[in-house]
Structure formats: C-alpha cells, structure tokens
C-alpha cells in the first residue's frame, strides 16, 4: 500500500482491492459511487491511464503510473473510466480509531 499525499494525520492503511483492468473494473467504479463516512482512497494506476472524476465539486484529472494517486475524500462523489488498457488498485484508509466499514 502507498502512503499518501492529502491523507489527514493518524489515517492508517486497512484493505486494497483487487488488481482492476479496463475489462474486470466493476460496474459500480464506473458511475457515482462515494466511500463510507471516514473511509478515504488512494486510486493508484500501475500501467495504462485512469479517468478519475470528482462530481461534488466538479473536477476531473488523468491518472497514470508516474503520477500521484488519486485521493478519494470520505462520502464525495466520484467515478473512473479507463483511457485504454489500464491496471488499477484502490487502497482504503481510515483514522486508526476509527470502526471497520464496508467499502466499494
């Protein structure tokens, strides 16, 4: 798991998801979806290129292998689409004191 720029003070890495590519993404990642109250993500793309999307505020911004992982902030609404053949994988964080949460 990556460390992260962005991530607050005492926020402790807990799960990774699988290895996603452009063909296993689910169906979920691609449409808003947002992460459990304080749950944050680090999307980081280990090759191709990533889409990330944050709907609430609008912005959106390119991901790739040499740049820095895509932060998801707890309960904003974001989705991904893959810029051809991609390899992903989401890391989820959270304050070490705070309760196990299910996660998309």
Known sequence: M????????????????????????P??????????PGTWGLIRVL???????????ASERVLDPGGIPGLVEPGVPHEV???GPVRFQVDFHRMASAPAADDH
């Open 47 to 57: 090759e191709g290129r990533l889409l990330y999307r944050v709907l609430e505020p």
């Open 27 to 36: 169906s979920g990642l691609l449409r808003s979806h947002r992460t459990a």
């Open 81 to 83: 689409a893959p810029l």
């Open 2 to 25: 990556t460390a992260g720029v962005g991530l607050p003070p005492g926020c402790k890495a807990y799960r990774s998801t699988p290895v996603f590519t452009e063909a296993t993404i």
